[in-house]
């Protein structure tokens, strides 16, 4: 039997953050040794109250849970609730979570987890503030972490919070630039791949004809958070961002990608939270980053539909 592959998930639900969520707790190759909550898509009070509620719709109640950053590292915070609706979850009605927060604060868990716990791979979701702050308070904890797959930035579509940016990066800029200055190994799912991930109304279907209570769930999900981005970008569906995290470490033939220079731009009023990505290797810069470029949409919900059915 294959070794399972021990992740962190760092969360800030979101619609697309829960399936992310269910799809991993779904997936026996990976072991998840903890979700850590940060403030981003809604305020920390309501993205750790979505993360309960997820985990306990999952069925995989062990799962611990942290609340972490309620801000980002220098600015204040950006939320979208214009995307998510005013809890960050609208769509299904979930029951209040029986599920308790663990008492220790989400940073303090990464730097004592990564520090007894070698192989560790970052499935950051949200913006990066947790994860930066535990590598500058304890830089010793990075020989533990394997890699860092996230979902964030954007270069062939521009950005979807300002013209060059994406969410996650523009929330906490300093943040990111310093989880791309690590040297650590970092595999970047951005709005170029996401993009391609569209829950078309077949796709949609297929989540809500399931047999049991997430699938359903998982299509109101979809229903609500589709509702902007179908009118934003005149598609048939909404791209589902997240979960693209998940299924990379599941089934990386999925996706095409290429190791680039990623550079995070802090400073420009204009263009700040852009990532830079030299795609075209036209710079000096050395290669920091793996950037994925294309997915198999279909193989991608065939993964997420097979693994959603499993679930409760």
Known sequence: ????????????????????????????????????????????????????KIVELSGHTDVPIFAGCVEPMDRKLVTAEHVHGRTGLDGPTLPDPEIQLQPDHAVDYLIETLRNTSDVTLCPLGPLTNIATALTRAPDIAKNIREIVLMGGGYFEGGNITPSAEFNIYVDPTAADIVFRSGLPITVLPLD???????????????RNLPNRCGPAVAELTDFFERYDKEKYGSEGAPLHDPTVIAYLLDPTLFES??????????????????????????????????VRNIDADGFFKLLTDRIATLP
Do not use: C, Y
């Open 1 to 52: 039997m294959t070794e399972t592959r021990k992740i962190i998930i760092d969360t800030d639900p979101g619609q697309d953050d829960a399936v992310a969520i269910l799809l991993a707790l779904a997936s026996p190759e990976l072991d998840v040794l903890g979700i850590t909550v940060v403030a981003g898509n809604v305020p920390l009070p309501l993205t750790e109250l979505n993360t309960r």
């Open 193 to 207: 791949v996401t993009h391609q991930a569209l829950v078309l109304p077949a796709r949609v279907e297929a989540f």
């Open 258 to 291: 290429r190791h680039i220079n990623v550079t995070i731009e802090t400073q420009s009023d204009l263009t700040l939270g852009a990532t830079v990505a030299d795609w075209w290797r036209v710079t000096d810069r050395p290669h920091n980053a793996t950037w």
